[in-house]
């Protein structure tokens, strides 16, 4: 009688330990590029990267009040946040020491936020996540992304990517965010670009397609506004948790 219950806990561990693995290796790598980044000579290269830099930050480059999230799990709010699109880089600073930052790669943090929760305007907030990103024919990459819909996890995750095609080479911002859709829950599968027209948003719901259809049209939502697809999307993402 008891077989049932072992098979489960075994199928349990099987699966939990390739998961605890990988978020090892993640705060492992993360904790290096943290340290590297904050080391001489590279920070010493960084810093003067940034201090050469008059665009490429999003908004004004001034820093906001916001929060780290690690790879360890925290939450760590800080007094201010800043973001350069171009460099790929966060310079947050100390919570103690207001005239010390810290630098944070992409890859030394699973995302932060700006803005504060219940804010509006210039206080809204705005979450960005570390997701693996994949334009064209071009290989993957690890990149900061802008997410747009209301949890950054589940079926499907939609987000905007402030540089990509020459702008990423460049090491500068975008004219225009790239909009990019995938997985939600599967951090290792990267995102790709979404073309917004009616067909190509349908077909990332399957089967659903209609009642995603019947849905925009109820609440007046348009395929070209990124900010309605996630609308659909948030919709979308509800109905596959409950069914």
């Not at 948003?201 to 395929?223: M, P």
Request: hydrophobic share 40%; aromatic share 8%; charged share 20%.
């Amino acid at each position: 009688m008891k077989y049932p219950y072992y098979l489960y806990a075994l199928i349990l561990a099987v699966c939990w330990q390739p998961a605890t693995a990988q978020t090892s290796r993640d705060q492992a790598e993360a904790h290096t590029l943290y340290r590297q980044a904050n080391s001489a000579p590279t920070k010493n290269t960084l810093r003067a990267a940034l201090t050469k830099q008059s665009t490429g930050f999003l908004g004004d480059g001034t820093f906001q009040l916001g929060a780290l999230r690690t790879f360890d799990g925290r939450y760590r709010p800080v007094p201010g946040v800043r973001f350069h699109a171009g460099l790929r880089l966060v310079e947050a600073q100390d919570s103690i020491d207001g005239d010390s930052t810290h630098l944070w790669p992409v890859g030394s943090l699973r995302g932060f936020d700006l803005g504060e929760i219940g804010g509006t305007g210039a206080t809204a907030l705005r979450r960005f996540r570390t997701r693996l990103v994949k334009e064209g024919s071009a290989g993957t990459r690890r990149e900061y992304v802008e997410v747009l819909t209301a949890v950054d996890t589940g079926p499907l995750l939609l987000v905007w990517l402030y540089n990509s095609g020459a702008a990423a080479l460049a090491g500068r911002i975008s004219s225009a965010p790239l909009v990019l859709v995938g997985p939600g829950n599967e951090t290792t599968e990267a995102l790709r670009p979404l073309d917004l027209n009616q067909a190509d948003v349908l077909r990332l719901f399957g089967k659903r397609a209609d009642d995603l259809r019947i849905f925009a049209s109820i609440q007046h939502l348009q395929y070209t506004q990124p900010t309605d697809v996630a609308r659909m999307i948030d919709h979308y993402n509800r109905m596959a948790i409950v069914r």
